[in-house]
RNA sequence: GGCGCGUUGGUGUAAUUGGUUAACACGCCGCCCUCUCAAGGCGGAGAGUACGGGUUCGAUCCCCGUACGCGCUACCA
């Protein structure tokens, strides 16, 4: 634990879902903040008008606080920081570039987006690097004043120092080094008035007091940028560290071409959130030697995690292992939690679960077979569905000795007071010693006159979730089909 | 194209400050358990650490180059 006040941010864009990527981008930065005992902010860049979606901001909340990754700072929550959308901070962003403007570290530019477009066609057709050619920085200040004055719309551009290099420290990557000649004079104020992510980030960061900005790798490349305008404004620059990439088993980025990438999705096919945690956290990250272990709870995480230890390489989703881990969990759960869990599932798959012991039950027996939780109803089915067998299990039933047996069954259990988890076995037994009948012979006719199905759990449990009354009476229901 | 980052079995990862038969998990295969299917137990195949150089008595680990992959290269984040 540590006693320095970390602050830590988690700033996705309210385009709809939340991505698996971003998921496990905000997943470090909580196990980070925990960890050092700092806070984890959760903001919301909307800066892009255009992209707006409806009902994200409220999903993605929902999303984080089902997955118990609860942000001290933030939508909602509040705190002495806000506000926390970056629409609602666009006072502080004009301000922030006006000084940028009057210290010489941005300039006007008036170039209409289809003039851009142009100048990088010509660029590409001469087989340059395509960017913008920083003509903006030639304008004299009348000019400028002109344009403004006539009312032309404008957007502010960073004024990049020139052939300087830039170097910083990455908290995963090491020693990275970019030319700024390299580096566009970068866009901070769009025509629409609204910042763009490197100014509004910047600002933010700074402002909100972050002291490590845990983001993914897509952002490494625009460090530079972010350097510039901290330095343009004497501010001192946060820990960085960039994240590597979620990817599809073709190693791309993961993306939804290639299978669901929402966590949403994940969640509403029954992965549990302790297992889609524990799986993402290892992705990337491992807690080092003399650790063996694959099933770590949030706090086992949270004590174990850090930022260093996170993998340089980008990671390929293996939905083989989630599955198994998330049937792990399943297998450990709660039962009483587990229940209150899968009884949608249940009610999903057309099974009515008004018989709440009974319901007990078949959650008990069925969750050894599954690995989601959507997975629940066509185990759960043959102990609701009435019995029904094809032509050749009909046969197996109607040989004499399979109905000794079912006759003999039905007496014993007629005798008993009821069905408990460990009595139906030793009755098997008591009719193998009696008749002399053993193995499939035996146990094959019970298991069909019970489920109508060849596999299945085994037979006590099977006999114990029915019931008596529901055993004797699928029993004789065998009995009488000769 | 330019720049940046990465590269250990099919996948996720491990390997004390360079010295191990390169370890664990998922998956796969087999055996055991067993009425069946899972689960569980046991075992097996599968990498000589992308490739090529170098430094060193000795490199998965340090340096350089190449290849490949990915990312960025927007008035998107």
Known sequence: MSDKNFRVRFAPSPTGYLHLGSLRTALFNYLFARHNNGKFILRIEDTDQ????????????????????????????????????????????????????????AYYAFETSEELEEMRRVQ??????????????????????????????????????????????????????????????????????????????????????????????????????????????????????????????????????????????????????????????????????????????KEDLIKLFTIERVNASGAVFNIDKLNWMNGEYIKSYDPEMLEELIIPYLNNGGIDTSDREKTTRVVMAVKGYINRLDEAPEHAKVYYQDVSLSAVKKEILENSDAQKILSILKSKIVSLLEITTDNFKPLISEIQKETGIKGKGLFMPIRLALTGEEHGPELGLIAYVLGKEEVISRLETAISTK
């Open 50 to 105: 255009s992209r707006k979606v409806e009902g994200a901001v409220e999903s993605l909340i929902n999303t984080l606080n089902e997955l118990g990754l609860n942000y001290d700072e933030g939508p909602v929550a509040g705190g002495e920081y806000g506000p926390y959308f970056q629409s609602e901070r666009l006072k502080l962003y004009r301000k922030y570039c006006d000084e940028l403007l009057s210290k010489g570290h």
């Open 124 to 297: 590409q057709i001469q087989g340059k690097q395509t960017m913008y050619d920083r003509r903006g920085r030639h304008l004299t200040g009348n000019e400028v004043k002109e344009k403004l004055d006539s009312g032309i719309p404008y957007v502010v551009r960073l004024k990049v120092p020139l052939d300087e290099e830039i170097r910083f420290s990455d908290l995963i990557r090491g020693n990275v080094k970019i030319e700024t000649n390299q580096i566009d004079d970068q866009v901070l104020l769009k025509s629409d008035g609204y910042p763009t992510y490197h100014l509004a980030n910047v600002i933010d960061d700074h402002l909100m007091d972050i002291t490590h900005i845990i983001r993914g790798e897509e952002w490494l490349t625009s460090v530079p940028k972010h350097i510039i305008l901290y330095r343009a404004f004497g501010w001192d620059v946060p820990q960085m560290a960039h994240v590597p990439l979620i990817l599809n088993p073709d190693k791309t980025k993961l993306s939804k071409r290639q299978g669901d990438v929402s966590t949403e999705d994940f969640l509403n096919k029954g992965y549990l959130k302790e297992a889609l945690v524990n799986f993402m956290a290892l992705l990337g990250w491992n807690p080092g030697e003399g650790e063996d272990r694959e099933i770590f709870s």
